[in-house]
Every structure is written in C-alpha cells, then in structure tokens.
C-alpha cells in the first residue's frame, strides 16, 4: 500500500531531524578539532565553522602522543581475537541449533533469551571476582573472553536464523555423499551463510571497539589499556582540557566505527531483518 505524498514527506523530515540531532555532537567534535588552538578558545569571536582549518591536533595526538597507538594497538587486538571467537562459536552453535537434534535443545534457546535480557552490569562484578581468583585482571584475555561471552548470544540466534533459511536438502545431498557433519559445516553451510558472519562479525566490530565499562573496571595498567578507555587519560596528557587534541583523538577513534558502519550498513540492516523473520 502506498502511503500519501504528505505522510511520506513528513516522515522524510522527522528522521532528518533525528539524524541532524544525533549528527551534531559528532560534527561539532569534528569542526572543533580542526581549528586552531585560539579560535577555540576566542569565546567573544564564537565561530561555528574554522576561519582556518589546521592538522595540528590530529599530529599533536600522532606524534607527540606515545600512549595513543598503543591504545589503538591494543584494541584492535582485543577486537580481532573477540571477532575470530565470536564467529567460531556462533557459527557451529548456531548450525547445531538450526539442523541438529539433541535433548536440550529447546532449553538452551530460552537460556540465551534470558541471557540476553540480563544487563551487562549486573554480570560485571561475578566477572570481577572470577577474574581476580584466576588472575586475568589487567591483561587484553581477561577482556576478550568476556566480551566473547557477552556478544555470543546474539550471534548464535543470528547464526541460527541463517542455517534454518538453508535448504536441508543440501546437507542430506552431502550426507548421502559420505560427508561428515563437520565437513557438511564447514565447506556446504559456511559459505551459504557468509552474508550473516559478515552481520556477525560487524556487530561484534561495532560493540567491542567502543565498549567502556568493561575495559575501564577489569583493567588498570596502561599497558592493556584500549581506546575506549585511553582518551580519558590523554585529556590529562595533552594538557588538562585540551579540547582540539582531545577532540582530535575522539574523531580517530571514532573513524574506524563510521568506516564500518557506512561500508557494510545493507548487510546490518539485511542480517537483523533475516535474524528477525526466521524461526
């Protein structure tokens, strides 16, 4: 059914305007670090737009900062490792969920559901106390692992999803021909499911790459000290309430996420519509 030119038009402006609201604290972040330190500053000639664009923060923060690419360093260690485990588990729970029957099966679904209804924080302190007892505080495993057990629910069901719009006659076609139900995983389901573990692999991108609260509580050396993190520290470094340097590093920790977000929004939005209509 096709909707009126006026509904159509007012539903145009409302979500520019929520876009325009939820853009212009990233646009002011961005303006405010390419100008100069004075301009900043100048609050009696308030300007909006730079009268002179300058690199200096972005080089200020590159160069003179030595913590910043270890921060950088770090996070994408614990982002690659907590994607590549994500995506081994999700995959082969999800194709055993979606095609095999076992006794629990039903119940191990309504576990994840609760799971997932349960708040992060309130699964931060036993995280605490488990990791003291077995000493992964302050190192980047202590902060893959519960990441990997955090993001894993949501993959699995997306995971699932997937396998379930599969036809199972291929994986009885590639039984028949002798192939083991690791083989059938492997080389007839994953690659039939690659668009979801490109879902899956994103979403996991998106939330570990910024997540704070974890990595500010179950970390305190600089040494495992992400990004997330780490600008709360380069403020102090870069002169208390440096707000071109500070402004600078928030915009390269950001880029990446935007990159993502923009590169692969169809195969997000396609693989949370996929998760939500099948079984």
């Known amino acids: 059914m096709i909707r009126p030119l006026w509904q159509r038009i007012g539903g145009c402006i409302l979500l ?16 405010t670090s390419i100008k100069p330190t004075k ?10 737009l730079p009268s002179q664009v300058t ?18 360093w770090n996070t994408a260690r614990v982002t ?15 194709y055993a969920l979606a095609r095999l029957r076992f006794f629990g099966g039903k119940s191990f679904l309504t576990f994840l559901l609760i799971i997932m209804a349960v708040p992060w924080v309130v699964m931060l302190i036993p995280i605490y106390r488990l990791e003291v007892a077995i000493g992964l505080l302050n190192s980047l495993p202590g902060l893959i692992l519960p ?11 997306i995971m699932r999803a997937a396998f379930l719009a599969v036809p199972s006659d291929l994986r009885e076609a590639a039984m028949i021909d002798g192939a083991s139900e690791w083989r059938v995983w492997f080389g007839v389901m994953l690659p039939l499911v690659r668009p979801s573990l490109t879902v899956v ?9 910024k997540e704070f609260t ?3 509580t179950l970390n305190s050396l600089p040494s495992a000290t992400t990004l997330a993190v780490g600008i709360t520290y380069l403020q102090e470094e870069g002169q208390s309430w440096a707000y071109g ?24 939005v396609g693989g949370l519509t996929e998760g939500a209509l099948k079984g």
């Open 201 to 209: 692999a994103l979403m996991t991108f998106l939330s570990c790459w």
């Open 147 to 157: 990441y990997a057990a955090l993001f894993m629910p949501m993959a699995i069901l």
């Open 39 to 48: 301009e900043i500053y100048d609050a009696q000639n308030f300007r909006i």
């Open 16 to 31: 520019s305007l929520f876009a325009a609201l939820f853009l212009l604290p990233l646009c002011w972040v961005v303006l």
């Open 80 to 94: 690659v490792v907590t994607i590549a485990v994500v995506l081994l588990g999700s995959s082969m729970c999800g």
């Open 55 to 72: 690199l200096d923060h972005y080089r200020h923060v590159v160069v003179k900062m030595s913590d910043f690419p270890r921060y950088c």
């Open 214 to 216: 974890y990595a500010v």
């Open 245 to 268: 340097t500070l402004c600078a590093a928030i915009v390269l920790s950001v880029l990446p996420l935007l990159i993502a977000f923009v590169a692969f929004q169809r195969q997000i």
